[in-house]
């Protein structure tokens, strides 16, 4: 059964240029930098980069949350550095608050704050 999550792979055509970005927009370098694969490891959780669009079509079909500890703030960052927003913060119920962006890859990145 389920754990908990473990790895996030975002794929992107341009390795280099979503490196820098991810880097910026996280605050971390990452631990393993190949031409096949970029990793950095977010609190004990992998986020990764891979280069293949092969069979990848831009969507919002899965999102994964990455916990914060403001998701308005996290939204801001993200922004400032060319995130698109495609779900403004919202409250789910109680202290919790989410928000999603899609990444100038096109891949969606949720924002959980309170859970």
């Known amino acids: 059964m389920l754990k908990k999550l473990r790895t996030v ?18 605050g971390i370098q990452p631990y393993f930098d190949e031409p096949f694969y970029i990793g950095f490891d977010i609190n004990g959780f992998e986020l990764g980069l891979h280069p293949s669009m092969e069979n990848v079509l831009p969507g919002n079909h899965t999102v994964s949350y990455w916990a914060v500890e403001n998701a308005k703030a996290a939204l801001e960052k ?19 608050q989410v928000a ?12 959980i704050e309170g859970a």
């Open 9 to 26: 792979i975002y794929h992107v055509p341009d390795l280099q240029v979503a490196k820098e970005w991810y880097s910026k927009a996280t």
């Open 100 to 111: 999603v962006v899609a990444d100038p890859f096109g891949n969606h990145i949720g924002f």
């Open 78 to 96: 993200f922004t400032s550095l060319g995130a698109v927003v495609v779900e403004d913060v919202t409250n789910v119920g109680g202290s919790v």
